[in-house]
Structure formats: C-alpha cells, structure tokens
C-alpha cells in the first residue's frame, strides 16, 4: 500500500470546529523495525502499560499498531479469552505484525484491521463492544481527530478506557490540549494526564 501524504486539506465537516492540529506524514513500514527494538521495550515498558490498564478477557483496540510493539504485550495480557483488534493504514505494517505475532504464538489473540486515512472503519456490530483503546503516537498522523475519537467513543463499552499519547516534540501542548478537548466533547472524560517516558499522556473514560 502507497502511503497517503498530507496534502494539508482539511476534512472536518461543515460547522465542526478546527483544531490547532498539524497532520503529519505517516510513518513508513519501511522503517518499521526502529518501532519494535530492545532499547523502546526498555524505556516504554509495553508490559506495564498493558498490566495497568488491561485485563484478562477484554477486547483491547490497538489504533495505529504499527510492526505490534504494544499489540505484544496486549494480546498476552488478554489471555485466550480475550481479543486484540490491532488498526492500521498500512497493510505492510499488518503483514509484519502478523508474521512477528504468529512466531510467538499470539496470532489467535489478535484480529487486524486495515483502516482507511480517515476513518476507522470497523463494523458497527463492534459498537460498544471495546474495553480498553489505545492510540500512542499515532493522532497526529490522523488528518480528522474530531472522528477518530468519535469512532473510539462509539467504539468503547460504557466506562472503557481510552489511553491516548502523543511525543511532545512533534505535538506541542496547545495541540494536545486541544486534542483532550475534542476527545471530551465524544463523550470521553479525563480521568487522569501523566508522563508516558518522556511523552504526554492522558487516560479518559467513555461516560455511561
């Protein structure tokens, strides 16, 4: 699959509020192994961000997965009952994703999903269907954050979690402030903002 640019059009619908949002260019399966290397699973601990915020059983969306440096970590934590949908635009990332997955035995554990630039575009039986979501260092790739976390909200069984982090040297405070207010308007209230290595981070609750 090619690559979208950003062609710095926006997409939000007519009377939807504009973000102070910079779109930026997707990062290349190309360079997918500097994702998923020893020194990242030291300083991120993948491990225990799934053990914080994951649970045996749950269904667990893993928006903008990548090569599957957290889906890892989620998919053991799920157990067999459990399920990791893992999202992505590029099918190169999901075929690497799958092929590391399926050497480690957690492939059962794991559905994909190849969504397009603007949408995610599972099936509407999921609705409130999903326990805990997660985007790390992938919004600021999204052209429309207004309907991703819309998608998310609708997404989310009530009460589920939304983990959602962005690098601060790509996205500045403003942004990511902006970004939490947006989120919140879908229906997700912040429960908690914290450091995430050295990266912002917030935990919001989808409202009952």
Do not use: W
């Not at 290397?37 to 928006?63: C, E, M, Q, S």
């Not at 999901?94 to 050497?103: A, N, Q, T, V």
């Amino acid at each position: 699959m090619v690559d979208k640019i950003n062609t710095g059009e926006s997409t939000a619908s007519p009377g939807e509020a504009q973000l102070p949002h910079h779109h930026h260019e997707i990062f290349s399966a190309s360079r997918a192994g500097h994702l998923d290397t020893r020194l990242r699973r030291i300083l991120y601990r993948p491990d225990r961000l799934a053990k914080r915020y994951v649970k045996t059983g749950n269904r667990v969306l893993d928006f903008g997965c990548g090569p599957g440096f957290f889906t890892r970590e989620f998919a053991r934590r799920v157990g067999d009952t459990g399920t990791v949908i893992a999202v992505d635009l590029q099918e190169e990332m999901l075929h690497i994703l799958s092929e590391k997955m399926e050497r480690e035995g957690l492939m059962p554990r794991i559905r994909t999903h190849q969504c397009s630039p603007d949408a995610i575009g599972l099936s509407p039986e999921l609705n409130n269907t999903v326990d805990v979501a997660f985007a790390i260092f992938v919004v600021h790739e999204v052209p429309n954050p207004q309907k991703l976390f819309r998608e998310i909200s609708s997404l989310l069984v009530p009460g589920g979690l939304f983990f959602y982090s962005e690098p601060p040297f790509i996205v500045p405070g403003k942004e990511f402030r902006a970004s939490l207010a947006e989120a919140e308007k879908a229906g997700l209230t912040l429960v908690e903002q914290r450091c995430f290595f050295v990266n912002r981070a917030a935990v919001l609750r989808k409202v009952s």
